[in-house]
Nanobody, 122 residues
């Protein structure tokens, strides 16, 4: 059974940093595209970043460029989201998801984690 588990969320002050982890079980991340999405209260879920292991392709939403970095450790079957210079508008539930092919559409991501809350507030 494919499973993704996010961790690392929490409360952080504006300007601070957090690193989220997305650990996979039941499948090998090597063969999947992994995306990070987020959903703020009252808003639709949006794509934040994607990474493809097969060709190293990455996508960053404009709102996080220069602040967020996605990386993967295939040996640990884990993908990381490093978030720096956090802003209150980054507050959301963050989800990781897996897709069989490169896509920026949430509909192509078939496996989802349960989400982890990130709150940026002073």
């Amino acid at each position: 059974q494919l499973q993704l588990v996010e961790s690392g969320g929490g409360l952080v002050q504006p300007g601070g940093s957090l690193r989220l982890s997305c650990a996979a079980s039941g499948f090998t991340l090597d063969y999947y595209v992994i995306g990070w999405f987020r959903q703020a209260p009252g808003k639709e879920r949006e794509g934040v970043l994607c990474i493809s292991s097969s060709d190293g392709r990455t996508y960053y939403a404009n709102s996080v460029k220069g602040r967020f970095t996605i990386s993967r450790n295939n040996a640990k079957n884990t993908v990381y989201l490093q978030m720096n210079s956090l802003k209150p508008e980054d507050t959301a539930v963050y989800y990781c998801a897996a897709a069989h092919r490169w896509s920026l559409s949430q509909h192509d991501f078939s496996s989802w984690g349960q989400g982890t809350q990130v709150t940026v507030s002073s």
